[in-house]
């Protein structure tokens, strides 16, 4: 535990540095958790992968380290892992950590109750996957269903116009509707339909975020 920015408390930190040793000792999975003010303008995905590399979590023959990286005062976070540990930690599965931890704790201050559950579920992870139990006294923070704000409610108005505009496509074509076709051949504005709802897909599967305003991203290291 590396916390600079002075957020965690003394018994959240205490929990958390016993159970990535006892993580560590079962599985050579090494998870290390990082609080700074601010990366700098540096986006915070390319910061924590960069300093992974530097520090060489996970030892360089097997890169099965992870290093996740709060930045307070720019309401950024991201978890980096090495190549060793992506096929546990998934960018899917870490996705979700941000979304059920991470967020909705850090919006309300609770910086502390964020990291331990989001922690927590990551060492339950790993310790699930090597068959080992990693046990801890103090309770699991519940992860948190998010109430749909503005922004929820926007993208789920969208997901419905695409459902619709599919629809009709697929009716217009039985009925044997030529509509207006592109030089390519193709239903003019179709491709762009499918390249949104692609893009929408691809970025549910990246694992960095903040809880104000996303910044998406991903990425590994290699051994040092």
């Given at each position: 535990m590396i916390d600079l920015r002075d957020v965690i408390d003394s018994q959240t930190e205490q929990t958390l540095d016993q159970a990535l040793y006892d993580l560590r000792e079962q599985t050579r999975v090494q998870i290390v958790v990082a609080t700074i003010a601010s990366t700098e303008?540096?986006?915070?995905?390319?910061?924590?992968?960069?300093?992974?590399?530097?520090?060489?979590?996970?030892?360089?023959?097997?890169?099965l380290g992870a290093l996740v990286v709060i930045a307070v005062d720019d309401r950024k976070y991201a978890i980096a892992t090495g190549y060793?540990?992506?096929?546990?930690?998934?960018?899917?599965?870490?996705?979700?950590?941000?979304?059920?931890?991470?967020?909705?704790?850090?919006?309300?201050?609770?910086?502390?109750?964020?990291?331990?559950?989001?922690?927590?579920?990551?060492?339950?992870?790993v310790a699930q996957e090597r068959g080992v139990q990693v046990a801890v006294s103090t309770p699991r923070p519940r992860p948190r269903v998010q109430q749909q704000g503005p922004k929820q409610v926007v993208m789920g108005l969208f997901a419905l116009m695409?459902?619709?505009?599919?629809?009709?496509?697929?009716?217009?074509?039985?009925?044997?509707?030529?509509?207006?076709?592109?030089?390519?051949?193709?239903?003019?504005?179709?491709?762009?339909?499918?390249?949104?709802?692609?893009?929408a897909m691809l970025s549910g599967r990246r694992r960095g975020g903040g809880w104000n305003n996303d910044s998406w991203g991903g990425g590994g290291w290699g051994g040092g």
């Open positions: 303008g540096v986006d915070v995905m390319r910061f924590a992968t960069d300093q992974g590399h530097r520090w060489g979590l996970g030892d360089k023959d097997t890169d060793g540990a992506e096929g546990i930690l998934t960018d899917q599965y870490c996705g979700q950590i941000g979304r059920d931890y991470f967020r909705p704790r850090f919006r309300e201050g609770d910086y502390s109750g964020g990291i331990l559950g989001g922690v927590m579920a990551m060492i339950d992870r695409v459902f619709a505009a599919i629809v009709l496509s697929v009716i217009a074509r039985v009925a044997g509707y030529s509509g207006r076709r592109s030089w390519r051949g193709g239903y003019r504005g179709g491709g762009l339909l499918w390249w949104l709802l692609a893009d």
